[in-house]
C-alpha cells in the first residue's frame, strides 16, 4: 500500500523547490525574452527570442545589447545597444525635433548612453537621455528562436 500523506508532501516540496531555483536563475542568472519593434534591426529581428544574462557586477561595455527599463515606463522594458560610458562625450540632438542639429553630450557618472541599431525607428538616449546603470536588466547573450536564426548577439556596431 502507498503512503499517500508521504507521496504528496514530497511532490509539494519538489514543485516549491523547483519553483524557487527556478525564480532565483531568472532573477540572477539568465532571462527569455521574446522582441517586438524595429529598432534594433538588423542585429535582432522582430519575433526573435534570446537568452539574456542578468547583470551584475560587471559594468556595461561598448557595444553591449542590453535590456533596460524605460526611464518613462519602469514596467516596461527596451533593448538597445550601449554606445557611450560614464565619461565619453557623445553626439547628441540639441532638442527632440527630428533632424535637430547635434552637439557634444558628456554621460554622467553612473550612466550609459543607449542607441537603437535601426536609428530612425529608435527611441532611445537621444530622446530620455542618458540611462542610469541601475536600470540595466541584462545583458543579450543569444539568440535562440527562430531555430534557423540562433546565433550569439555581437558587440560590434552593424555598419
Known sequence: MYNLSGMASRLVTSVATGCIAGQFIYDNIFQFTMFAGNSMLPTIVPAES???????????????VIIARLPTSFSETM??????LPGDTVLAPSSSVVGAPLR???????????EGD????????????PLP???????VSLVVWPPKAVRFVSRDMPQ
Open 133 to 139: 546603470i541601475g536600470m540595466i536588466v541584462s545583458r
Open 104 to 114: 557634444p553630450q558628456r554621460v554622467p557618472a553612473g550612466h550609459v548612453w543607449v
Open 79 to 84: 533593448c538597445k545597444r550601449v554606445v557611450g
Open 50 to 64: 534570446a537568452i539574456n544574462v542578468v547583470v551584475g557586477a560587471r559594468e556595461p561595455r561598448i557595444g553591449d
Open 118 to 129: 535601426n536609428k530612425p525607428e529608435s527611441c532611445d538616449s537621444r530622446y530620455f537621455g
